[in-house]
């Protein structure tokens, strides 16, 4: 039988680094969360935080049941086409994805707020329910764009014979 033995290593300056990097990137956002609630309770009336609750916590539920997954699988099936699709194009679909729906989240309260106070149109003035539709036509089209050239680069390439070949 064989025994397994436990060996300690001396910290490589590779760890050290990888350490010192982790704990500046944990300070950076901690302090960067601290100055965010100091800036929260500072700006915000208390009768408006819970409201301010609820947002956060739609953008979270947002994210992790719909966001997440349909930019997972919209990246899955894209991998499923084979080699036909590159890995740039998979990137460029799921950043429209991205983009579109951040979009969504921050324009999706100035709708509900539009259709809730109908009393001063002055206020609200804007479409945002089409002009939100018209984005994500204007995000589809550039991914699209943007596809089709890196897809004919992909295969322009591809055509070409090696160098190695000659």
Same mark, same amino acid.
């Given at each position: 039988?064989?025994?397994?033995?436990?060996?300690?290593?001396?910290?490589?300056?590779?760890?050290?680094?990888?350490?010192?990097?982790?704990?500046?990137?944990?300070l950076?956002?901690?302090?960067?969360?601290?100055?965010?609630?100091?800036?929260?309770?500072?700006?915000?009336?208390?009768?408006?935080?819970?409201?301010?609750?609820?947002?956060?916590?739609?953008a979270?539920?947002?994210?992790?049941?719909?966001?997440a997954?349909?930019?997972?699988?919209?990246g899955? &099936?894209?991998?499923?086409? +084979? *080699?036909?699709?590159?890995?740039?194009? #998979?990137? %460029?679909?799921?950043? $429209?994805? !991205?983009?579109g729906?951040?979009?969504?989240?921050?324009?999706?309260?100035?709708?509900?707020?539009?259709?809730?106070?109908?009393?001063?149109?002055?206020? &609200?003035?804007?479409?945002? +329910? *089409?002009n939100?539709?018209?984005?994500? #036509?204007? %995000?589809?089209?550039? $991914?699209t !764009?943007?596809?089709?050239?890196?897809?004919?680069r992909?295969?322009?390439?591809?055509?070409?014979p090696?160098?190695?070949?000659?």
């Open positions: 039988m064989t025994t397994a033995r436990a060996t300690t290593a001396l910290p490589h300056a590779g760890d050290r680094r990888m350490r010192a990097a982790r704990t500046t990137l944990i950076l956002g901690t302090s960067g969360l601290l100055f965010g609630l100091y800036v929260l309770f500072d700006t915000v009336r208390i009768t408006r935080l819970p409201g301010v609750a609820l947002w956060i916590g739609a979270i539920v947002l994210h992790d049941a719909v966001l997954p349909l930019v997972f699988f919209c899955l &099936l894209l991998r499923r086409a +084979g *080699r036909r699709v590159t890995g740039t194009i #998979v990137l %460029v679909v799921q950043a $429209a994805i !991205v983009v729906s951040i979009m969504t989240l921050i324009v999706v309260p100035a709708i509900v707020a539009r259709s809730l106070t109908s009393n001063n149109p002055s206020i &609200l003035p804007l479409d945002y +329910g *089409r939100l539709a018209l984005f994500w #036509v204007a %995000v589809a089209l550039v $991914a !764009v943007w596809s089709v050239v890196l897809y004919a992909s295969r322009r390439a591809n055509q070409r090696s160098s190695r070949q000659s």
